[in-house]
């Protein structure tokens, strides 16, 4: 063991003075020191202090506004963690002894770089000291801690924090002749680095960040807190890795490992998946409806880890990417899937249910608050792609969170048919009063239930997933650790969307059918009325394009040939059309699931089909829609930690 450290503490108090010199110490391995750039080493544990600019000395000031408080210089420092140790840290406000100022006529704000200034401060009367970096880290208190914010670093990572404090402006003449004494205190402790891990994986295992906690979930639906020193997933097994996000973030260190987590503190369940390579079986090259072969379901060979494939390497491909595109691939090749690559990643989050919404009316909207991903909850429905996409994005901006993306529904389809899924038909959630994670208690044998008295009867048979335990034929592995509402249920919009022929996104229809993006082409008048393209010009930007795929121009659905290899639509052909009730619609090989790709009149892209499309539903559905808030489509979240 060995230790560098160098100490300093100044304190400086002129009438009503304020003065923060930092300094840094250490749980478990402990040393305190200030100003340039310092190092504590211990082992394989080291971590970096570095002041980025001068001290926080107020004196003789006076109470002042936020506004004011704001604009003042402030102290800024930067945490680095140098090793290979994971690192959690708390950053706490010291005060000692000889302090005689309340906290109550005292605010400060504390902010990362990368975030966005507060627009207001915070009374130190009222932080509660609680520790939200990690369990097992521990508080040493200098007279007084109250922590401010908190993390943790990777090998490497870096956090810079801005901070402010001034005198509240509501502080009266009694603050008179006071001071305040204390310092920025950083403490922290290297975090275990032998979390389970599964070997099949290949280091593709789940990230956990911030607000996320990994869980185990019973049968019965009990939701527990999962040891990370333990086996909480096995890929092998079918038992996919499971977290959640609290209605309270700060409540997490209410529940111990192994305790359970009542559903009514659960904000939001998520599945990982992880990164992976598969075996093309089908080109996808189809640019006609011809005839279904059912032979072509089958195991999709899968290989997990953080790699990416190569046409250098023989027997793999370099993933094309685009729409259309073929590269150097083959029939036989392994390719890694395109979801894990155009966002970089070893894995990705995705939401366990259909998104629900706490929301009684205005359901088009952007509102992040209002997002819960639960089960038993109404699905989020009557809301445009550009509102879906933007509260997506929002509700957890640290773990890039965002809409579905079509390739993304298709690397979690191929999972779920592969060896390590369920690899059968999705059962199909059922549920009429569009309520998340149900299933049907029998198989549908028709479809377009809406017309037909007999699967009307059917629709009504549904099971709940958390009280029935046949439930899991919805699931995505077939037990309780997988993904739900992938066939049925409602039409999810996914971020897929054709390209005009200007090579732009389109947004729909017309004004009243579109997808509430802006600088795109719709329609000006009614579906039927193609003639003048218009630009329309109200709503949102696009976002960056690593947030959804794009499809190459056709008038026609049947071009099957534009799919992006990977994303669970072109590849699933050979394909025909279905005449059921005097209605007609193209279907896929796989499941014969309804199989219609997006084309001019309807540029956006949904998945799974909807509870009363009966047969015609299924995790390999697709259809083409116009993105317009529509009663029976909602949408899914994914996290990108």
């Not at 036989?332 to 070893?346: E, K, N, R």
């Not at 009316?361 to 509102?367: E, F, K, Q």
Request: hydrophobic share 30%.
């Amino acid at each position: 063991m060995k230790l560098k450290y160098k100490i300093l503490l100044a304190i400086i108090t002129v009438g009503i003075g304020i003065c923060l010199m930092a300094y840094q110490s250490y749980a478990l391995w402990v040393a305190s020191y200030t100003g340039g750039e310092n190092i504590v080493e211990v082992g394989c544990f080291s971590v970096e202090f570095e002041e980025l600019s001068s001290s926080v000395e107020l004196h003789n000031t006076y109470p002042v506004s936020d506004q004011k408080g704001l604009s003042a210089t402030p102290y800024t420092f930067k945490i680095t963690n140098t090793c290979t140790n994971d690192a959690a840290y708390n950053v706490t406000l010291n005060t000692l002894t000889t302090n005689t100022m309340q906290k109550k006529w005292l605010k400060y704000a504390i902010y990362k770089s990368t975030e966005s200034k507060p627009a207001t401060g915070t009374n130190l009367g009222t932080v509660s000291n609680f520790n939200t970096a990690t369990e097992e880290l521990q508080i040493t208190n200098l007279d007084e801690s109250i922590i401010i914010a908190s993390g943790k670093l990777k090998q490497n990572e870096s956090e810079t924090y801005n901070f402010y404090l001034w005198m509240d402006e509501a502080t009266g003449n009694e603050a008179m002749n006071t001071k305040f004494e204390g310092s920025i205190n950083v403490i922290s402790t290297a975090t275990k680095t032998n979390n389970y891990k599964e070997t099949l994986l290949n280091g593709a295992d789940p990230v956990l960040k911030d607000t996320l906690i990994a869980v185990t979930i019973d049968n019965d639906g009990t939701v527990k807190r999962a040891d990370l020193e333990k086996e909480w997933y096995n890929y092998e097994n079918k038992e996919w890795a499971n977290a959640i996000i609290l209605k309270d973030e700060s409540s997490i260190t209410n529940y111990s490992v192994g305790s359970t987590i009542p559903e009514d503190a659960i904000e939001s369940y998520f599945v990982w998946i992880p990164k992976y390579r598969y075996q093309l079986w089908d080109l996808g090259e189809y640019q006609d409806l011809t005839e279904i072969d059912e032979s072509k379901v089958h195991e999709i060979p899968i290989i997990f880890g953080d790699y990416n494939t190569s046409d250098s390497i023989d027997g793999e491909c370099t993933t094309p990417m685009e729409s259309g595109a073929t590269g150097n691939c083959q029939v036989g090749d392994y390719m890694t899937h395109p979801a894990f690559l155009s966002i970089p990643s070893t894995g990705f989050w995705v939401g366990k249910f259909e998104t629900g919404t706490t929301l009684t009316s205005d359901y088009n909207v952007r509102n992040s608050e209002a997002i819960q991903i639960k089960p038993n909850v109404s699905s989020w429905r009557n809301i445009q792609v550009a509102n879906a996409f933007y509260t997506s994005y929002d509700y957890k901006r640290n773990l890039d969170s965002h809409m579905m993306k079509n390739t993304e529904w298709g690397a979690v389809a191929y999972l779920q048919h592969s060896k390590y899924g369920s690899l059968t038909s999705v059962r199909i959630n059922n549920n009429s009063s569009n309520l998340t994670g149900y299933a049907a208690n029998n198989e549908p044998t028709c479809g377009y239930t809406q017309t037909n008295e007999k699967c009307n009867i059917w629709c009504s048979d549904y099971s709940c997933n958390i009280a029935y335990p046949d439930s899991i034929l919805a699931s995505t592995t077939g037990n309780i650790t997988g993904i739900y509402d992938m066939a049925g249920g409602n039409w999810e919009y996914v971020m897929g969307v054709m390209l005009d022929q200007s090579n732009k996104p389109m947004s729909g229809k017309n004004s009243m059918k579109n997808s509430g993006f802006n600088g795109t082409f719709g329609y000006p008048t009614s579906e039927n009325d193609t003639s003048g393209l218009i630009e329309l010009t109200t709503g949102y930007d696009f976002p960056d394009k690593k947030y959804y795929d794009t499809y190459t121009y056709s008038t026609l659905d049947e071009q099957y040939q534009r799919r992006i290899l990977g994303d669970a639509t072109g590849e699933l052909g050979p394909f025909n059309n279905k005449t059921y009730l005097a209605v007609t619609i193209p279907i896929g090989s796989w499941h014969f699931d309804n199989a219609a790709l997006l084309y001019s009149s309807r540029p956006w892209i949904n998945r799974g089909n909807a509870y009363t499309d009966g047969t015609d539903a299924g995790i390999f559905a697709f259809s083409p829609t116009e993105g317009q808030a529509y009663g029976a489509s909602t949408f899914r979240v994914v996290l990108t930690p």
